[in-house]
């Protein structure tokens, strides 16, 4: 029997891989997340991004309450098979809970985090309960 391709991972000790999420078109880094099998599984079948959320201990439907969906453009493991890309196309244009682009808006400049992106929409607006 051929062995999965999921086997071929090396998943950490509570069976995770840290997933970077890259904008197909522009390159830029949008975010960082966790998959475990499942979310990585699921991923690849429903050709969306799915991760595994470890504060809510449950699959993440990337999108599922914004509507900012990631479409799977492409999954991409490194040389370690430790670590993984997911090359999505954004929906909306919005990646991070904060209402911006991607979740890397911080940059150290002189020592200090600098905010160097603007705020696309209020998350109140995004996260309606």
Not at 58 to 64: I, M, S
Not at 69 to 93: F, M, R
Not at 109 to 125: G, H, S
């Amino acid at each position: 029997m051929a062995q999965s391709w999921l086997d071929e991972l090396k998943w950490n000790a509570e069976g995770l891989l840290p997933v970077v999420a890259q904008d197909a078109s522009s390159g830029r880094i949008l975010m960082q997340a966790w998959a475990n099998r499942e979310a990585l599984a699921t991923t690849q079948k429903e050709g969306r991004a799915v991760y595994w959320s470890r504060s809510r201990h449950k699959l993440w439907r990337k999108g599922e309450e914004s509507g900012h969906i990631q479409k799977l453009n492409a999954i991409y493991l490194d040389c370690d098979a430790d670590s993984l890309v997911y090359k999505i196309e954004q929906i909306g244009g919005i990646a991070c809970h904060t209402g911006r682009q991607s979740c890397f808006y911080r940059k150290l400049v002189d020592n200090a985090w600098q905010e160097i992106e603007p705020v696309l929409k209020e998350p109140n607006d995004i996260y309606k309960k």
